[in-house]
């Protein structure tokens, strides 16, 4: 399987693989994965399904629900609402962001 993701539920940017992140949006990397009754999970995103140990893809049923640690944190640690929708750049495939699409970003993290 190639390379996947998730739409963080603030931002609504994609959950960024480590590879060519544009400058400034490194912080999209750290996630966290939030599960129905389970504690948070913290970490890098691999690009391939993978927060650290965890496979998040491995669920079964239950849709994972994503974030940017920043995010997350700046949103006030929410718990689970429901899952995240999958992201059609794939956390890869997109072009170096505009600085106005730089700023937004970084203002829809706030």
């Known amino acids: 399987m190639g390379l996947f993701s998730w739409q963080c539920k603030k931002c ?4 960024k693989s480590p590879y060519n992140i544009p400058a400034g949006w490194e912080y999209m990397n750290e996630c966290v994965v939030l599960q ?3 504690e948070p999970v913290i970490g890098e995103y691999d690009g391939y399904g993978r927060v650290g140990a965890l496979e998040v ?3 079964g049923d239950d ?3 994503m974030w940017h640690k920043k995010c997350w944190k700046n949103a006030g640690k929410p718990e689970y609402s429901g899952g995240s929708e999958y992201s059609d ?10 600085e106005d699409e730089w700023e937004a970003a970084l203002e829809a993290s706030e």
């Open 12 to 15: 609504d940017h994609s959950i």
């Open 89 to 98: 750049d794939q956390g890869y495939f997109y072009d170096d962001p505009t």
């Open 57 to 59: 893809n491995s669920f």
């Open 63 to 65: 849709e994972p629900e």
């Open 36 to 38: 129905e009754g389970e």
